[in-house]
Nanobody, 110 residues
Framework: VQLVESGGGLVQPGGSLRLSCTAS????????MSWHRQAPGKERELVAA???????TYADSVKGRFTISRDNAKNTVYLQMNSLKAEDTAVYYC?????WGQGTQVTVSS
């Protein structure tokens, strides 16, 4: 199993980013996927998850601002992040079962 994230970067407060996670080594369409993040000095936390059938769940802190989606034809899960805040700054990780990607840094700063 391999999970490769991309799309992180530096963005101003109120801005947007879209993260991508491309998966390989398993039948992507049959598994749920999730995004997690870890800020400096804090524990890793669940941000959003999407089941194999498309059911979505979100952390309260990102509801209404972030959207998780998946494209099974591309073996890719996305995280659209809007109205970004400084507290969204973290390394964002993609996860499938016990497998993690390498992470992508998101920094929200003016």
């Amino acid at each position: 199993v391999q999970l490769v994230e991309s799309g992180g970067g530096l963005v101003q407060p109120g801005g947007s980013l879209r993260l991508s996670c491309t998966a390989s080594g398993f039948t992507f369409s049959t598994y749920g996927m999730s995004w997690h993040r870890q800020a400096p000095g804090k524990e890793r936390e669940l941000v959003a998850a999407i089941s194999s059938t498309g059911t979505k769940t979100y952390a309260d802190s990102v509801k209404g601002r972030f959207t998780i989606s998946r494209d099974n034809a591309k073996n890719t899960v996305y995280l659209q992040m809007n109205s970004l805040k400084a507290e969204d700054t973290a390394v964002y990780y993609c996860k499938n079962r016990g497998y993690w990607g390498q992470g992508t840094q998101v920094t929200v700063s003016s």
